[in-house]
Nanobody, 115 residues
Framework: QVQLVESGGGLVQPGGSLRLSCGASGFLFSNVAMKWYRQAPGKERELVASISSTGRFTNYVDAVKGRFTISRDNAQKTVYLQMNSLKPEDTAVYYC????????WGQGTQVTVSS
C-alpha cells in the first residue's frame, strides 16, 4: 500500500533552517510528481511546493519563494523540503502528498518557528 512518512520537523528560532524528508513506498515514485502542503492552526491546508517526477520542474507558493527548496532523490524514494530563513508564519504541520488515483498524505510533521 501507499505510504508517505515525513520527518525533520521541530522547534526553530526565526531565521533558522530545517530540512524535511518524506520517504515513499507502495508506488512507482520516479514516475510521479510530489508535493508539500502545510496547515497552520485555524487555517486551510495550502500547497507549499511541488516537484516534477524527474525533479526538473518545481513550483512554490509566493510566501516561500527564495527561502524554501524542494528536491527529490528517486533512488532513495525520498522528497525533501529545505526551509531557510524561517518565519513565525511558517509554523504549521507539513504534509507530503502524492496524487495517484486519489490523494495520499503522510502523517505530517510539526514545524514551529518561535523565539
Amino acid at each position: 500500500q501507499v505510504q508517505l512518512v515525513e520527518s525533520g520537523g521541530g522547534l526553530v528560532q526565526p531565521g533558522g533552517s530545517l530540512r524535511l524528508s518524506c520517504g515513499a513506498s507502495g508506488f512507482l515514485f520516479s514516475n510521479v510528481a510530489m508535493k508539500w502542503y502545510r496547515q497552520a492552526p485555524g487555517k486551510e491546508r495550502e500547497l507549499v511546493a511541488s516537484i516534477s517526477s524527474t525533479g526538473r520542474f518545481t513550483n512554490y507558493v509566493d510566501a516561500v519563494k527564495g527561502r524554501f527548496t524542494i528536491s527529490r532523490d528517486n533512488a532513495q524514494k525520498t522528497v525533501y523540503l529545505q526551509m531557510n530563513s524561517l518565519k513565525p508564519e511558517d509554523t504549521a504541520v507539513y504534509y507530503c502528498n502524492v496524487l495517484l488515483r486519489t490523494n495520499y498524505w503522510g502523517q505530517g510533521t510539526q514545524v514551529t518557528v518561535s523565539s
